[in-house]
């Protein structure tokens, strides 16, 4: 069975204007995303600025997520580190918390070779029982899954499914057709519906974070095969959706969030401010698109 399908939000981590986690705000936003039919939760991770937060702070979202969320849809956490230690430890810890699946990253910046990266999900596998999405995201870890890598991560029971980011449609086709065992998840907002015709099970979408019907419609739309409806939707946002990347996710995303009434902060730092002209950019595309307000 799946862990979700639908539209899984990469969601924002809010922070105050100190820079502490505004959980006021949190629990607003996931309200937000229930009401909005979002399908999954997806916290801390790249869109969530886990790299910028401190373990405590980490857990302390996870534990608030799973609480306030209370099993009316999935909630799933990063676990993932270039350090396959830290990365069991901390995926045991969540574990605890009661979340229903973990998202772990490609270990970064070692690039590790494939022995090291099997035994490196392994170990994490070995020690939770909860399912285990793979993130392959070789754009910011350096690293792609190999097929015969994937094949072999596949055997291990409770590695369930994929996040596939890489943006290369004929990469993704042959996970599908060569590693069925594996559900496949769009990490790239633009590519959902390609990814749907070869089998994906959904998206986890930074999108999601400012228009979650949107998204949900476009995945159930698919589904449920109205494929025109799907592609229009597709088709229409894709705009919208390559405008969360203009800068590096989140910072898009959170100014967007911003400019639409959201109030959830600024990134953390390596993450600055966006140039000028390129806020103007977004302003403009957010509204041809109409979005929606905050309210």
């Known amino acids: 069975m799946s862990i979700f399908t ?13 820079n502490q986690v505004n959980y006021k705000k949190l629990e607003e936003l996931l309200e937000f ?15 969530g600025e886990a790299s910028t937060m401190t373990e405590e702070e980490r857990l302390e979202v996870i534990k608030f997520t799973v609480e306030k969320i209370n099993k009316r849809i999935p909630v799933i956490a990063g676990t993932g580190s ?27 910046y ?28 070789p754009g910011r870890t350096g690293v792609n899954l190999s097929i015969n890598l994937l094949k072999r991560l596949a055997c291990i029971e409770n590695i369930v499914a994929i996040k596939e980011a890489s943006g290369n449609m004929s990469y993704t086709t042959e996970v599908a057709r060569q590693v069925p065992e594996l559900d496949i998840y769009s ?3 633009d590519l959902t519906v390609p990814i749907l015709s ?6 986890i979408s930074v999108s999601a974070n400012i228009i979650p019907e949107t998204i949900h419609n476009m995945v159930m739309s698919f589904l449920k095969g109205d494929i025109k409806e799907a592609c229009r939707l597709q088709l229409g946002y894709n705009e919208l959706s ?54």
């Open 242 to 295: 390559n405008g969360m990347f203009i800068e590096t996710n989140p910072v898009p995303v959170k100014e967007a969030m911003n400019y639409l009434g959201y109030e959830v902060g600024q990134c953390r730092l390596p993450l600055g401010e966006m140039y000028q002209e390129n806020k103007e950019k977004l302003y403009g595309i957010i509204e041809r698109h109409e979005v929606k307000k905050w309210s």
């Open 110 to 137: 070692n690039k590790g070779n494939e022995n090291g990266i099997y035994e490196h999900y392994k170990s994490i596998a070995s020690v939770v029982k909860l399912p285990i999405i793979l993130y392959n995201v």
């Open 82 to 108: 270039n350090c396959t230690k830290t990365a069991v430890e901390f995926s045991k810890k969540v574990e605890e918390l009661g979340v229903d699946a973990l998202l772990v990253v490609t270990p970064y």
């Open 33 to 47: 995303h229930v009401e909005n039919k979002t399908d999954a939760i997806v916290v801390v991770g790249t869109t």
């Open 198 to 203: 070869v089998g994906g099970k959904g998206v």
């Open 6 to 18: 639908g539209s899984g939000v990469a969601l924002v981590t809010p922070f105050t204007n100190d």
């Open 187 to 189: 990490g790239n907002d």
